[in-house]
């Protein structure tokens, strides 16, 4: 077993890590920053069943002048690494670091870096290449070089570069539908990384994007668009299409009327022809002008004449709410009625 103490006083155990220090496998002992407080004396003890031993090491922290560089980067620093989301990066350890060197590189998060399939990759030279970066990725990358090396430690800033979300359109836009009649609401969103889309409804139901619908009168396509199969009174409300990705959020609201369906008639309506009716001479006539509409609609009829009769007219014509016209009939009146 190794410990580091200073003054006596234990610092840190082997394989134990926090922030500021890390003590690797081989009990090389690392401060991951440095000032004036850290100058002293440390000691490394090491312990088995055979007996015990230690060595000292001095200490001196040399401090930098404003305007020098301490070894980490600064905006205007080569070291600083830009690469898009979900690309590779490189990041070189150093200078002139021979081929069979073994260098150790500290994650962002102060641990140390080990080969994970697909994730990292060691190169001969010390270079340590990290694939599929994600915005976690990003932060300072620490590289110690083994003793005799041209730069015991080198420091390289990852920085993964994103793309808000963002969505086509206005934020806010109104959108009347008919009632039964197929409905398309576009959603394009796009960023770095590819963002996730949506569809909240009224009523808050999550609609997620792509989505079958599995027959019912809700789909959504994996371009963000929401389908309407039949829209219905109940549909209106808010809609809200949200796009979500590590570089932020979008929305688009949209505010859904519906409303009613044209008048469908349930007569001749697409038909122009005259359909004579028998009638006796001086009887009373019915003429029927049968219409299925939501709302209601104000009907009238045209006489041979020209004259247009309502609800309201005097005899020998009436025009029922049933929209029939009742009256009584002369054989001089031989020609057609039409119901508008």
Known sequence: METWGRRCVVVVSLSFSIKRYVVFDNGTLLFNDVGAPEEGDY??????????DQMKVRVKVNIVAEGQSNGHPTPQDPRVIMVTYGGSASLPCGGGIGGGAKVSWISPTHRVVTPVSGKYEFLGNGTLVVHRVQRSDSGNYTC???EGGPSPRTTTALEVLLTPPSI???????????????????????????????????????????????GGRVATFSNGTLELRSPRRV???????????EGGEARLGVDLRVAPPPPRSTGLRYKSRVAP?????????????PVDSDPPLRLSWTLPTGVVLVHRIPPPYAVLLNHCQLGRWSSTSYRPAVCV
């Open 43 to 52: 000691t490394c003890y090491a312990e088995n069943t055979l007996g015990k």
């Open 144 to 146: 110690l070089v083994p």
């Open 168 to 214: 086509n359109g206005p934020s806010i836009v109104i959108v009347t539908a008919t009632e039964g009649v197929r409905l398309l609401l576009d959603c394009a969103a796009s960023g770095t990384p590819r963002p996730r889309v949506a569809w909240v409804l009224p009523g808050d139901a999550v609609v997620p994007v792509p989505y079958g619908g599995g």
């Open 235 to 245: 549909d209106a409300g808010r809609l809200t299409c949200v796009a979500r990705s």
């Open 277 to 289: 009716v028998m009638v006796l001479n001086g009887g009373p006539l019915w003429l029927h002008c």
